[in-house]
């Protein structure tokens, strides 16, 4: 059983950058991978970037990866986002999870709100 917490959303203006970080509490098996993922408003939840816990090894994909960042800190079991060159579209709710795929992660957080708009 694993407690996620988000925090560090916000409102940024357009190029600005924000800095996410998902809390992590409870049981974690070394082979946990924990990812951030983003729901815009009347959409599905995506994936944007996904760390292993073990190794640090990460994945973003294409549309995010020349901009977002992730990050952690074992020893606080903590995973960060740093967002950069935020666009409006960028906006909505962030969550972390334990998994990489939206459809097979548990434990998710009660997310974070991001609004990009000047």
């Known amino acids: 059983q694993l407690h996620l917490v988000e925090s560090g959303g916000g409102l940024v203006q357009p190029g600005g950058s924000l800095r996410l970080s998902c809390v992590v509490s409870?049981?974690?098996?070394?082979?946990?991978?924990i990812g951030w993922f983003h729901q815009a408003p009347g959409k599905e939840r995506e994936g944007v970037s996904c760390?292993?816990?073990?190794?640090?090894?990460?994945y973003s994909p294409d549309s995010v990866k020349d901009r977002f960042k992730i990050s952690r800190d074992t020893a606080k079991m903590t995973v960060f986002l740093q967002m950069d060159s935020l666009k409006p579209e960028d906006s909505g709710v962030y969550y972390c999870?334990?998994?990489?795929?939206?459809?097979?992660?548990?434990?998710w957080g009660q997310g974070t709100q991001v609004t990009v708009s000047s």
């Open positions: 999870a334990a998994g990489c795929a939206a459809a097979f992660a548990q434990y």
């Open positions: 409870g049981s974690i098996d070394e082979y946990y991978s």
């Open positions: 760390i292993g816990m073990s190794d640090g090894s990460t």
